[in-house]
């Protein structure tokens, strides 16, 4: 639940931005099948541009963040 409110904050956003960014530089400097990794990235990068938690529902929460 606490996770869930983290993610939800400024902080929590900017963090799922950071992992996606991370996560498509990696997939890129790895080439081949590691892009894959690239496209999965893009998922906590909008996420965090459009200010939702995905997960937040799962848990009572609003899907829009603070």
Known sequence: MNFVKFMSSGSGRLLRAVAGIALIVVGFAL???????????????????????LLAPLMGQPFRGR
């Open 31 to 53: 080439g081949g099948g590691w892009l894959t990794l690239s496209v999965i990235g893009l998922v906590p990068l909008f996420a965090g541009g459009a200010n939702v938690c």
